[in-house]
């Protein structure tokens, strides 16, 4: 079975930090790009950040560029997003995504979605 288990997730206070972590099994992790959606409440679900299987390509959404910062551990099968200076408009649930193309990810036509993790952002 297909498992993308996110984690990390937590109540925060505007400019802290967090650093979510998503542990996949299942997949052959290194040759799909993977990438973090997030879906605010009554809102649609966004974008955030995409990297492809090699990490030569990344992909920020406007609204966290410069304070987010997508990796991932091919040998660990677990990508991370590391987001800095977060803002009450970052609460979210986070969802980590894998997909066969980094185009398809940052187009929302993934294979995998996990099951999320709240950020809430206090200001």
């Known amino acids: 079975d297909v498992q993308l288990q996110a984690s990390g997730g937590g109540f925060v206070q505007a400019g802290g930090s967090l650093k979510l972590s998503c542990a996949t099994s299942?997949?052959?992790?290194?040759?799909?790009?993977i990438g973090w959606f997030r879906q605010a409440p009554g809102k649609e679900r966004e974008g955030v950040s995409c990297?492809?299987?090699?990490?030569?390509?990344?992909y920020y959404a406007d609204s966290v560029k410069g304070r987010t910062t997508i990796s991932r551990d091919n040998a660990k099968n677990t990508m991370y997003l590391q987001m800095n200076s977060l803002k009450p408009e970052d609460t979210a649930v986070y969802y980590c995504?894998?997909?066969?193309?980094?185009?398809?990810?940052?187009?929302?036509?993934?294979?995998?979605w996990g099951q999320g993790t709240l950020v809430t952002v206090s200001s």
């Open positions: 299942g997949f052959t992790f290194d040759e799909y790009a």
């Open positions: 995504t894998a997909g066969p193309t980094f185009n398809m990810v940052v187009s929302g036509m993934v294979d995998y």
């Open positions: 990297i492809d299987f090699s990490r030569g390509s990344t």
